[in-house]
């Protein structure tokens, strides 16, 4: 059974930095595609990056709202999916998940949250203006 644990949300004013990470056990994290979500109260989530699974090509996704702002990495040695998220902006407040699924390709298409079977239990990432 996969894990998922994220940290690092938080309370940045806008144009400031923070650095989430997704910390994954239970199975071997290279064979899982790893998304970050977000969910503003009343909304349904969104998907704003993912990362796949190195096994096939570890290519990315970003939505447009984010591209240029955040990027994903991962450390191998630690089972961990980080995302740098840089020059935020007050519309990035949100829950963050992220989420596996294992071998899921990366295309060009959002991730939708009904294809990801297992999810952390989110950080709060807060923007003030």
């Known amino acids: 059974q996969v894990q998922l644990v994220e940290s690092g949300g938080g309370l940045v004013q806008a144009g400031g930095s923070l650095r989430l990470s997704c910390a994954l056990s239970?199975?071997?994290?290279?064979?899982?595609?790893i998304a970050w979500f977000r969910q503003i109260q009343g909304k349904e989530r969104e998907c704003v990056a993912a990362?796949?699974?190195?096994?096939?090509?570890?290519?990315?996704w970003y939505g447009d709202s984010v591209k240029g702002r955040f990027t994903t990495s991962r450390d191998n040695a630690k089972n961990t999916l980080w995302m740098q998220m840089n020059d935020l902006k007050p519309e990035d407040t949100a829950m963050y998940f992220c989420a596996a699924a294992p071998f899921r390709p990366i295309t060009s298409e959002q991730p939708q949250a009904t294809d990801f079977g297992s999810w952390g239990q989110g950080t709060q990432v807060t923007v003030s203006s």
């Open positions: 990362n796949g699974n190195i096994d096939i090509d570890g290519s990315t």
């Open positions: 239970g199975r071997p994290f290279s064979m899982y595609t």
